[in-house]
């Protein structure tokens, strides 16, 4: 429905939707409800960067901007024809001069452009990654196997590679800075907390890791404190 009427409401918001991008839901809203508390929480005294991984229509980092002020957002998609749609919406909720939208794999435009990478700063970044493993995208209603595009669903046999990819890329910017603080959180699908719980632990040893439950009262959202 969200497809034929051309938009759908999150967080409060309207947004444009079309089949490049996932429909927002209310599930995600969990994301925002913690990085705006970590945001307004922070032990650091530092300026804030909000890095929102697979903006997708942009729902996500568009909600934080309206929300918070002088920070920097960018929003980071694969796909040409989603960040189309973000940058329209973010124009739509009046926050397009706050964010820069960016095509990238993943960070992979960061560490082309290393002067994003500030000693002293905070980066918090938000991934609503593709997530369902081969087995639960087969059992998903046909609405979401014939309309969302599968490349923003679909993530290896247990649904966790974007993640694993995204950690290694952390990794890799926490050792070539030392005094990069980053908090990471990220939404999961709920029967994948253990195995997801094991890779953070063999990736980021020493990190401070959290898990939420969605007003379902299922795991929803890990937190990693860097």
Request: proline share 4%; aromatic share 12%; charged share 30%.
């Amino acid at each position: 429905m969200a497809y034929i009427l051309g938009h759908k409401e999150f967080y409060g918001l309207d947004f444009n939707v079309d089949k490049s991008t996932l429909i927002p839901r209310p599930e995600s809203e969990l994301l925002i409800e913690l990085a705006l508390k970590n945001i307004q929480d922070t032990k650091y005294q530092i300026p804030n960067t909000i890095i929102d991984v697979g903006a997708g229509s942009g729902n996500i980092i568009i909600a934080i901007a309206k929300k918070m002020g002088f920070l920097k957002f960018y929003g980071i998609d694969i796909s040409e024809k989603a960040l189309r749609v973000a940058k329209r919406n973010a124009k739509l909720n009046k926050v397009d001069k706050k964010i820069k939208f960016i095509k990238s794999d993943l960070l992979n435009y960061f560490f082309k452009n290393i002067k994003y990478i500030i000693p002293d700063t905070k980066y918090i970044i938000l991934a609503n990654l593709p997530y369902l493993s081969q087995k639960i995208y087969n059992s998903t209603m046909p609405d979401v196997k014939n309309f969302e595009p599968k490349s923003a669903l679909l993530s290896g046999k247990d649904g966790l590679n974007h993640y694993r990819k995204l950690f290694e890329q952390i990794k890799e910017f926490k050792e070539k800075c030392f005094m990069f603080h980053v908090s990471c959180f990220m939404e999961f699908s709920p029967e994948q907390k253990s195995i997801l719980q094991k890779i953070i632990k063999k990736e980021f040893s020493k990190s401070k890791t959290t898990f939420y439950k969605d007003l379902a009262r299922k795991w929803r959202v890990c937190e990693i404190s860097l």
